[in-house]
């Protein structure tokens, strides 16, 4: 043995740890994903900014892209029809959504898994199909055309019916929110409330309305963001309406005018990124106001309360299943607005002429690839992150890189993975134009959700159970395949699902990737209503719905029969 | 706190077993904050040692540098006789139980118990009979086919001893591995837990910020305080020769009286008791039970006069506050028996006479 050591040893650098072989491997994995998520996410964003600063000869032409937009009247009107679009939509639908949020939340209303259930129904569909279902509302051959008119709206086409559809696509993202948000109260602060005698709008103005103010911050700029940044409905129902998001489409794929997409491209990355801060930090404050000490709030009966609230969520019910309803009544219809009998000719039309059959099948293909390889990703991904040592600096740039997504539109991520892949010198050029990369532009768009959904299920894992591992000479990834796996399947199931139902109903990313022989369902839609075959259009759209109904229910017995073979430990649990 | 930092490993004589771990000027610093500064200890062969100290003393740090879960920003692990300090945790060897057991609730507790067993290529049968060894050694005979959510805290701690103890690991090391449970099943676990590191003989380190629990299992505790060992010793000289204040303070219970030594004698109020040392303001750290009322004979020194204040009954034994005019009414605590008091037919008010142990009397 050494003597011991001299007081100059102190001062050394700090004592390392040998990484043991396992840990070499972990690292390893962390590193390729750092690269996947590089190469699938970091450079085709920085492309953007590239072709942004660039002129057509792909010199550097500083902010002349921007300055030249500035001076374009047109692309102005298009920004500003943009953002007060989006700011009505927000307006209207988040006030809305809050309402019928209360009702679930703070009323014993019967039926409330019912009204919510059917409130989810507009994520099961592209968002345009409620653009669709407007037209046969409203449009030229519209039930209530006349209606509309009377009260003093010339036609649905352009803003009105922009923000009419965009209300009911956004309405169950900011229901979501907005639930989570009311769930979190704490029923002291009402007894405390009603112990002195508060009034009930004293109350609601002193006491639930600041308790939810982050939920709305959050639920008014996702909804902001979401409109913004949509592409299928304007396109469907704007007619000569410009925003930013039918721009940067017609830019790109119309006039080729790479830089001038680009910048469009950064002006919707804007208020995501906005939203993606002010949202992060929102987050951290809402669950730090919840105590662990707090007692669930418990509505109490109060029948004429519970009647106003059911007659309010009845109300939104009926006009999202109005929406619903219609597509579907009027894809069966045989000759609208003349002949209504049912027939499948809309369906067989769009199967079978336009050839959306094949596009259907790449859009399972797309989705089932996206749910298998996106939920393996994102939870090995989660994982090596939460669970393994080593590499910080990597760790951080990878923990980064994961959350980016959430405030990266499709629109521009789309944009970002043409001009990368398209580029003729890149070594994954060959994979443009192909599934694989639709499937891979769709898990890095949905990444964020799932992976939080993961880190969640991870985080709830004892932190000690991979030290008892190395303890006990186990290597981690054991533990992972004995342990780590089967506690997190719930959780796995619910990514795979959340990520095979947007596969199935994107549109903006993918609008910019496809080629004829990959062309997706929900794309395929567009093509239909551009050719002016709407009814053949809500057809695909109606069986995109089916197609996410029924994978959502398989899911879901899916994760009932995963639970009931995997999970029995739970059984008895305290 | 300018505190010189001693060596409390004593030498490596003959006659002694080795050390079994022996730290070196550990050192851990998280930013600016200094966690541990310069630990030096060793531990022998079968020892039960304790890491006794308040929240936030470095103890639970120590204890994971050892198991290679933190790393020493400086110094060196050493273990029977190897520089184990730069080795990650799975080339370590010991057995480890948390304070949240860590048990795999997805695994039965069969498979628990075998979870490191079963990597080291054992045929199936001799892994059984070995869980069945453990299972009765923790006793929980027969519980394999149960999963750990199905048991109570108590059993699932015996259940993660046995899988510390499963590879027969010569280290056990055990964070607070009692703090989760119930005040009765700590101090019936507590028992359990040395008697069976004593029938399997293995080296064990124990975190803990209960000083009974400290003093009933451990052969040694070491108190730490603010990143520093306050002392290492057995429990019976930690409790009656504190080496420091903290010590005297963390360990047991204690009054603190003003005092002053001058001229060969440390005057506590109006008593004197011959102690030699330089003239100097002190403090005299007394226990409560080195203060008696009984027996007392006429003529015996050190007595005096006292006041009961308050009275707290905790059973056959009473926390009995009194004010002394001989102590200038700086306040004591005594322990009464039940028997005593209502003998004497004392109440709050009541006189009495108490007496001083000297030698017991700790100054600081």
Redesign the interface.
């Known amino acids: ?1 050494s003597a ?2 001299p007081s100059a ?2 001062a ?1 650098a ?7 072989w ?2 070499r491997v972990a690292q390893a994995a962390l590193l390729g994903v750092a690269l996947a998520l590089v190469a699938l996410l970091a450079l085709p964003l920085l492309t953007i900014l590239l072709h942004a600063v660039q002129g057509k000869a792909g010199e550097f032409v500083a902010l002349d892209n921007f300055i030249a937009y500035a001076r374009t009247p047109a692309l102005l009107t298009s920004l500003w029809n943009s953002l007060w679009v989006s700011a009505l939509v927000t307006l209207i639908a988040v006030p809305l959504a809050f309402g019928f949020a209360y009702a679930l939340a703070r009323s014993c209303m019967p039926y409330r898994a019912l009204f919510r259930g059917i409130t989810l129904i507009p994520l099961l569909a592209p968002s345009l199909l409620s653009a669709i279902s407007l037209i046969y509302w409203f449009g030229n051959q519209g039930v209530l055309k006349q209606a509309m008119t009377a009260v003093g709206i010339a036609e649905i086409y352009g803003a009105p019916g922009i923000v009419l559809a965009e209300c009911f696509a956004v309405f169950p993202h900011a229901l979501m929110i907005l639930v989570t948000a009311l769930s979190l109260a704490d029923a002291r602060l009402y007894e405390a409330a009603d112990a002195m005698g508060t009034s009930a709008a004293r109350k609601f103005f002193t006491i639930t309305l600041p308790g939810a103010k982050y939920g709305l911050i959050s639920a008014a700029l996702v909804t902001f963001t979401l409109v913004i940044t949509d592409f299928g409905i304007p396109k469907v129902i704007g007619g000569s309406f410009n925003v930013l998001a039918t721009d940067v489409f017609k830019l790109v794929i119309g006039q080729q005018d790479f830089s001038r997409g680009a910048v469009v491209a950064l002006l919707l990355l804007a208020p995501a990124v906005v939203t993606f801060a002010v949202d992060h930090y929102v987050s951290s404050r809402q669950t730090a106001m919840l105590t662990a000490r707090a007692v669930p709030y418990r509505p109490k009966r109060a029948p004429k309360y519970d009647a106003a609230m059911t007659l309010y969520c009845s109300l939104i019910a009926l006009l999202v299943l109005a929406m619903l309803g219609m597509a579907v009544f009027a894809s069966f219809a045989s000759f609208w607005p003349y002949k209504l009998t049912p027939s499948l000719r809309h369906y067989m039309l769009g199967l079978v002429d336009a050839e959306v059959g094949e596009a259907f099948l790449n859009s399972l293909t797309m989705a089932a690839g996206t749910a298998l390889f996106g939920t393996a990703l994102v939870f090995c991904t989660a994982y090596l992150l939460e669970k393994t040592k080593g590499m910080d600096g990597l760790r951080a740039i990878v923990r980064l890189l994961t959350m980016l997504p959430m405030a990266v539109p499709g629109l521009v991520l789309g944009l970002g993975y043409i001009f990368f892949f398209n580029a003729p010198g890149n070594p994954l050029n060959p994979l443009y134009h192909t599934l694989t990369l639709l499937t891979l532009c769709t898990i890095v768009h949905f990444y964020t959700t799932g992976h939080l959904t993961a880190v969640t299920a991870l985080k709830s894992l ?1 932190s ?2 991979e ?9 981690f990834f ?2 992972f395949w ?2 780590t796996l ?2 997190c399947t719930p959780a796995l199931v619910d990514i795979a699902r959340y990520f095979f139902i947007n596969a199935m109903t994107t549109i903006s990313a993918v609008v910019f990737l496809y080629a004829p022989e990959t062309k997706v369902a929900s794309i395929a839609i567009l093509n239909l209503d551009e050719a002016g075959e709407i009814g053949a259009a809500a057809a695909m759209a109606v069986l995109i719905a089916a197609a996410s109904a029924t994978a959502t229910l398989l899911f879901m017995s899916l994760a009932w029969w995963i639970g009931r073979r ?9 | 706190m300018a505190k010189a930092v001693e060596d409390h490993a004593p030498p490596n004589g003959a006659g002694v077993a080795p050390y079994v771990i ?1 730290l ?2 550990i ?1 851990k ?1 998280f930013g600016a904050f200094t966690a541990l500064h ?1 630990i030096d200890l060793g531990i022998r062969k079968g020892e039960f040692v304790c890491f006794l100290g308040p929240s936030g003393c470095g103890k639970t740090t120590l204890l994971r540098i050892i ?3 933190e ?6 692990v ?1 273990q029977n ?1 190897h520089d184990i ?8 060897d ?3 139980v ?1 304070q ?3 048990l ?4 039965t507790v069969a498979d628990n118990v075998a ?2 067993l079963v ?2 290529r054992t045929p199936r049968a001799q892994v059984d009979a070995r869980v069945a060894e453990l299972l009765k050694l923790v006793g929980l005979p027969g519980c394999q086919k149960k ?4 048991l109570s805290g108590g059993q699932q701690q015996r259940i993660a001893l046995a ?2 103890l ?2 027969s ?1 010569g280290l056990l090391l055990l964070d607070e591995p009692l703090s989760a449970l119930d005040a009765l099943e700590r101090v019936r676990l507590r028992q359990e837990i040395r008697a069976l590191q004593q029938k399997v003989g293995v080296t064990t380190i124990m975190v803990t910020h209960d000083q009974e629990e400290a003093l009933s299992v451990a052969d040694r505790i070491v108190v730490m305080n603010d990143g520093v060992i306050e002392q290492a010793g057995t429990p019976m000289d930690i409790y009656r020769e504190p080496a420091s204040p903290f010590v005297a303070d963390f360990v047991g219970k204690v009054n603190v009286l003003p005092a002053r030594v001058a001229s060969g004698a440390l005057r506590v109020g109006a008593l004197s008791i011959p102690c030699d040392g330089e003239d100097r303001e002190a403090r005299v750290y007394l226990r409560p039970e080195d203060v008696l009322a009984r027996p007392i004979a006429e003529g015996d020194a050190h007595v005096f006069d006292a006041r009961i204040e308050k009275i707290e009954f905790l059973g056959s034994y009473c926390h009995v506050k009194v004010a002394a005019p001989a102590l200038e009414q700086n306040k004591l605590t005594v322990y009464l028996s039940l028997n005593y008091l209502s003998e004497q037919s004392l109440s709050v008010g009541s006189p009495l006479k108490l007496k001083l142990l000297p030698e017991r009397i700790k100054v600081f």
């Not at chain 2, 795999?104 to 695994?107: E, I, S, T, V």
């Open positions: 043995m011991v050591l040893a102190d050394a700090p004592v390392r740890q040998s990484a043991h396992t840990d004892d000690e159970f030290a008892v591992s190395a303890s006990l000479k186990v290597p054991k533990t004995r342990v089967p506690i995997t999970q029995a430990w739970r059984g008895n649990e305290r | 022996e070196r000027r050192r610093e310069g198991a290679g879960l790393v020493q920003t400086s110094g060196e050493w006789g300090s730069r080795l990650p945790p799975a080339q370590r010991y057995g480890i948390f949240s057991y860590a795999f609730p997805n695994l979870y490191g990597n080291r999963y750990p959510s199905q899988r510390a499963a590879t690991p």
